[in-house]
C-alpha cells in the first residue's frame, strides 16, 4: 500500500475510533475496508478509541460547555454507572467501556475523581481486549467466507 494512501486509511481508522457512537466496533472493520492489514488496523483503531481517555480528562472542563457532552455526564452519572464505579472502581472501567463506551466511561470517571493513571491504564487494556476480540473475529470470519 502506497504511503498516501496508508496515511489515509490509517487516519480514517483513527478517527472512526476516537468518534462517540462509531467507537472501535466500527472502526475495525473500517481499517479493513480501507485495505489496513490485521494488525494495523487493529493498531489504529484501538488508538483512536483510547485517545478519547486524554481527551476528555485533559479538556474535561471545556467539554462541559457542549450541551451534548452535558448529556451524557447526565444520564450517565444519573445512578446505575456511579454507583458501579464508585462500588466497584477498576473493574467497572475495564469491564463496562466495551459496553458503555470509552466517552461515557471517560466522562463518569473524570467527573467522579477516579485516579487518572488507573483510568488510562484500565481503559486502554479494556480497549486493546476489545480490539483484539473484534479483530479474532472479523479475520475468522475472512477467514470462513473464504473456504
Do not use: Q
Request: with cysteine; aromatic share 18%; net charge positive.
Amino acid at each position: 500500500m502506497e504511503i498516501i494512501k496508508y496515511i489515509g486509511a490509517a487516519f480514517s481508522t483513527w478517527f472512526i475510533g476516537f468518534f462517540p457512537y462509531f467507537e472501535i466496533y466500527i472502526a475495525i472493520p473500517a481499517g479493513f475496508a480501507a485495505g489496513l492489514n490485521w494488525f494495523d488496523a487493529f493498531l489504529w483503531a484501538s488508538l483512536g478509541n483510547w485517545m478519547v481517555i486524554p481527551f476528555v480528562d485533559i479538556c474535561y472542563e471545556w467539554l462541559m460547555k457542549f450541551n451534548f457532552m452535558k448529556k451524557i455526564m447526565e444520564k450517565s452519572l444519573n445512578g446505575k454507572w456511579e454507583n458501579r464505579i464508585e462500588k466497584h472502581g477498576a473493574w467497572v472501567i475495564l469491564l463496562l467501556t466495551p459496553l458503555a463506551g470509552v466517552w461515557t466511561i471517560g466522562v463518569i470517571a473524570k467527573a467522579l475523581k477516579f485516579n487518572r493513571a488507573k483510568l488510562w491504564i484500565y481503559s486502554a487494556t479494556s480497549v486493546g481486549i476489545t480490539g483484539l476480540i473484534i479483530t479474532i473475529l472479523i479475520i475468522n470470519g475472512i477467514t470462513l467466507n473464504n473456504s
